[in-house]
């Protein structure tokens, strides 16, 4: 238990951060050439710029290098590596800052424990913002606890980059605003309280809300009980009593005995009032149900929720609470690396099930078409980037340059029909052969699409 303290931690804690870019380096392939990052890489690559979708500019952060590489025309598994590492190495830097610049080591350790407690999915979604969204929380909290907090410049800038980052960066603001109030209330809040405000509704009004979080709050709120009882959250977190959230629940308890002993129970309600109130905005965005790796990626804001308060009573535990405490983010640490592995083998899978089907896909045409009932996604995952994807793929595995479009919509039907030699992406336009001939995606415009047919089963017969 000597061992046990902030400083060892916090040493500690690098040797994990660069724990987790070996092993982005290792599963740059699994982790990038899925879903989201694969959509946003083949645009890097095929404009040669940085993508940000929906005002989330702060995406761009880790963009700078792997850009470079593409104008710099490297080879592509070079740039995927560049890419899946930076959007840690980004992440580490942050910890850096809030330990170094604002002399916050237990806040640092703190912002690495929520973010890898929860990684075993999340670990193979490069580009989801809500991981920078924490970052930026935990920043304006450290700029908060730090002599520095009379620089309102820098203060602004980290409000800029947090509401610029992910629109749940609201929720974190407004709960470390709330949370100074009652733990710190010496805290000068009111200028950034009204710097924050100034900055939200400038970006709402430039950028807006998205589609999805559009029609999120329409449908969810027509009914909010009947939908907050038929959530399927309720059945996900069924399950979390396995995982290392348990760990979480024990630092929630140590918090309402720490609270509860000093008598602080105006705190304590506030406390329980903001993890329901939390948990119930949760259980109406999943009322319909998603993957576990969407859930995870707001849970990371439930964890900030369930422990932020230890930040402001660390200092105040006893010896043998602080170091319970710490042993207890060790062994969660431990739990959520490890589970990072449990989850790998189906993300390695999956390449391997594309690449051998590209392998066995006859050499008449160079992009494919696929039926949706002909997918195993159980096996597969998610499937809507897959043209994106497999076309990385073959180029780095199989040194050609496939691609696999699965139909999923009878407007795809519509859409082939009308341009045969067209991909129909997720979002805007038709994605024509002649707008993929940039980089390395070189499509021949003079061979045809090859519809397959059922003798080509892209997972389980």
């Not at 880790?62 to 104008?71: A, D, G, R, S």
Request: hydrophobic share 50%.
């Amino acid at each position: 238990m000597k061992y046990l303290s902030i400083e060892n931690f916090w040493k500690l804690s690098h040797l994990i951060f660069l724990f987790l870019i070996g092993l982005s380096i290792y599963y740059a392939i699994e982790r990038v050439c899925y879903v989201d990052s694969a959509f946003m890489l083949f645009r890097m690559i095929n404009q040669e710029s940085f993508i940000a979708e929906g005002g989330r500019y702060m995406n761009v952060l880790p963009q700078f290098i792997p850009w470079i590489f593409i104008k710099l025309g490297l080879p592509l598994k070079m740039i995927i590596i560049c890419f899946s590492c930076m959007h840690i190495v980004v992440l580490y830097l942050i910890f850096q800052i809030t330990g170094n610049f604002f002399k916050q080591k237990f806040l640092a350790v703190l912002f690495l424990l929520l973010l890898i407690v929860s990684v075993n999915e999340t670990f193979f979604d490069v580009v989801t913002e809500t991981k920078f969204s924490l970052a930026f929380g935990i920043l304006f909290s450290a700029f908060l606890f730090s002599p520095k907090n009379n620089l309102i410049f820098v203060g602004i800038v980290i409000l800029i980059c947090g509401f610029f980052s992910h629109p749940v960066f609201i929720i974190y603001f407004g709960v470390i605003i709330l949370s100074f109030r009652i733990f710190k209330p010496q805290t000068p809040l009111l200028k950034f309280l009204i710097s924050g405000v100034a900055i939200f509704m400038l970006k709402y009004l430039t950028v807006g809300a998205t589609t999805y979080e559009n029609n999120l709050i329409t449908s969810a709120f027509s009914d909010l009980f009947l939908t907050f009882k038929n959530s399927f959250i309720h059945h996900y977190f069924s399950g979390l009593f396995t995982t290392p959230f348990i760990f979480l629940i024990i630092l929630l308890l140590i918090i309402i005995y720490h609270l509860t002993a000093s008598r602080k129970y105006f705190e304590v309600m506030i406390y329980l009032a903001g993890i329901f109130i939390t948990y119930f905005l949760l259980s109406i965005v999943y009322s319909k149900g998603d993957s576990h790796m969407m859930i995870q990626k707001t849970l990371i804001l439930f964890h900030f929720i369930l422990i932020y308060p230890i930040a402001f009573l660390w200092q105040q535990l006893s010896p043998i609470l602080l170091k319970s405490v710490l042993l207890i983010f060790l062994i969660s640490t431990i739990f959520a690396l490890a589970g990072i592995h449990g989850s790998a083998a189906k993300y390695v899978d999956r390449v391997s099930i594309l690449n051998d089907f590209m392998q066995k896909i006859p050499a008449t045409s160079d992009k494919f078409l696929i039926r949706e009932e002909q997918i195993n996604h159980d096996k597969l995952l998610a499937t809507w980037a897959l043209s994106h994807e497999t076309i990385m793929l073959s180029q780095i595995y199989l040194k050609k340059n496939l691609s696999i479009k699965n139909f999923r919509e009878r407007n795809d039907t519509l859409l082939f029909s009308k341009f045969p030699n067209a991909f129909r992406p997720t979002f805007g336009y038709p994605m024509l052969n002649k707008d993929l001939n940039q980089g390395y995606f070189k499509i021949d415009e003079s061979k045809p699409n090859l519809w397959l047919d059922s003798s080509f089963i892209l997972g389980e017969r």
